[in-house]
């Protein structure tokens, strides 16, 4: 396999490049848009602690990163010779190319990302809110009261800060 590698011509190594990324690129990018591979878990057991708790922001070095690199990497190089390059130089412009495109994607990406919102409702919002008791609250127990929450109505468990009893239809 090394030896065949050793006389393969640099456009056929860009072609053995390009066509497995570019079908890669293709399905990563069809299953990003349509919502695919967002949840998806998997347990490996690693001697790493801790990697995936760097707040740096935006991952860069992600898959789909790597397939749009040696996609646009092989597509690049493969122009360039096309168009007379020597072989340094369609190195240089497929890299260029892959490197321009990752940015380019994790970019997008990055911008859609920030347009999420997260409106689950979490008790700690409801700290302080107004509402109505809508099931009584005994002495030193829990009744349900009504709040809005996220602009939701949420019917919570709550209790008085001083144990006393609150009769429904209290503010």
Known sequence: MIEFMDNLPLKDTYWYITVPATILFLFLMLGSFFGLGED??????TDFDDIDDFDGGFPI????????????LG??????????????????VGTACGLVMVGIITGIF??????????????????NSKG??????PPNGKGKVNVVLNGAHQTI?????????????TP
Do not use: C, M, P
């Open 40 to 45: 998806v878990e998997v347990d490996v057991d």
């Open 157 to 169: 468990e709550a209790s008085s800060k001083d144990g006393s009893e609150i009769k429904t239809g």
């Open 61 to 72: 070095f992600t898959f789909r990163n790597f397939a749009t690199f040696f996609t646009f």
């Open 75 to 92: 597509w690049g190089g493969l122009i360039a010779l096309k168009n007379g390059a020597s072989h340094g130089w369609s190195v240089v």
């Open 110 to 127: 990055f911008v859609f990302n920030k347009l999420r919102q997260d409106n689950s409702a979490k008790l700690s919002d409801s700290i």
């Open 132 to 137: 109505r008791v809508y099931l009584t609250i």
